[in-house]
């Protein structure tokens, strides 16, 4: 026969079953929690220049913290002006990641003085990244596109080589190399995320790859010569640029020349920047059935992150096959 204790006995049992298990799942958020502060503790002082290559360096560092970024919003690496904050993030940085000299001349002597404590990479000299010679004069001739991308030393080159996807690889195999000698408690998860996003690359390129492929033929003119990198990759048919030098407003000159080789060429589309004058782009494409359009070279509208340079090269892509198919 069943005693009448013998519920009251299971009840007891339950609940300190039940406490048991709650104090485990505390004692194991704790102990998460508690790792995650020392693994965040012990990260690196990371700071990068300009907004792809501080996404490129934030995915490699996922899961054990954050870089700083020196050139926010949509700040222009050819015409910014250092901040005192951003004096202070290299000052106390221990790794510090650009572009180099010939994009970034604002940071040249910054880096000297303030980030002399910290080990400095340009990413311009990473092993296996590919650099292209500066076109020259504005206007691109058909046996510009012809060239094949050659090995170049990083003095003289278009440094706007973040807009080919097989240099982001390159860069991603810099960052972990760089990131893994200065911090090696860390050097593990560094190579997996380098390798996830080698991964994530390959795929953003072939996806790239067939945005564009319905409109890679059609002419179109962009507002200063920054994409020859991302152009070459996918075989587009930009005609020209409305300024040699984004550091430049063009003359009337140059307006009239522009203005004539988007009648005498067709271009289908003329795109302007954030950074730059948009207004230009009417007085170009006037006379023309020429329509305009946005293209963003540095994602200066995105959120920072590990995300943003997909998304800064995918709007590109869209950008583009959007205004040339005559969408939008």
């Known amino acids: 026969m069943n005693s009448p204790l013998l519920p009251l006995v299971w009840e007891a049992k339950s609940a300190r079953r039940t406490l048991f298990a709650s104090k485990s799942l505390v004692f194991a958020a704790f102990g998460i929690f508690l790792a995650?502060?020392?693994?965040?503790?012990?990260?690196?002082?990371?700071?990068a220049s300009i907004k792809p290559l501080h996404s490129l360096v934030a995915g490699v560092m996922q899961g054990v913290g954050a870089p700083g970024l020196i050139v926010e919003g949509a700040g222009s690496p050819h015409s910014y002006s250092l901040k005192p904050s951003d004096a202070a993030e290299l000052e106390s940085a221990d790794l510090v990641f650009w572009a180099g000299p010939d994009l970034e001349a604002f940071l040249e002597s910054p880096i000297d003085v303030l980030g002399r404590n910290a080990k400095v990479v340009a990413l311009s000299e990473a092993h296996g990244l590919k650099l292209?010679?500066?076109r020259e004069g504005g206007e691109f001739e058909a046996h510009d596109h012809e060239d094949d991308d050659h090995d170049l030393e990083h003095q003289g080159a278009d440094m706007h080589f973040w807009l080919y996807p097989l240099n982001a690889r390159a860069m991603v195999r810099e960052i972990e190399e760089a990131l893994s000698k200065i911090d090696a408690g860390n050097a593990d998860l560094y190579a997996k995320n380098a390798e996830r996003l080698?991964?994530?690359?390959?795929?953003?390129?072939?996806?790239?790859?067939?945005?564009?492929a319905p409109v890679a033929g059609?002419?179109?003119?962009v507002f200063h010569d920054g994409?020859?990198?991302?152009?070459?990759?996918?075989?587009?048919?930009?005609?020209?640029?409305?300024?040699v030098s984004p550091e430049a407003i063009p003359g009337a000159q140059r307006v009239t020349e522009m203005q004539g080789k988007v009648k005498e060429l067709g271009a289908v589309c003329v795109f302007s920047e954030p950074q730059f004058e948009p207004r230009l782009v009417a007085v170009i494409a006037e006379g023309s059935d020429a329509r305009s359009g946005v293209l963003?070279?540095?994602?200066?509208?995105?959120?920072?992150?590990?995300?943003?340079?997909?998304?800064?090269?995918?709007?590109?892509?869209?950008?583009?096959?959007e205004c040339l198919a005559g969408e939008g």
């Open 36 to 47: 995650a502060t020392v693994q965040a503790g012990s990260a690196p002082k990371v700071v």
């Open 198 to 212: 080698e991964e994530e690359l390959y795929k953003l390129d072939a996806e790239i790859r067939g945005i564009l």
């Open 296 to 321: 963003d070279p540095l994602g200066a509208g995105l959120a920072d992150g590990p995300d943003q340079y997909f998304e800064l090269m995918r709007n590109l892509a869209e950008s583009l096959a």
């Open 132 to 134: 292209l010679p500066p």
């Open 227 to 243: 994409y020859q990198y991302f152009e070459k990759h996918y075989g587009l048919n930009a005609i020209g640029s409305i300024s």
């Open 218 to 221: 059609k002419p179109y003119v």
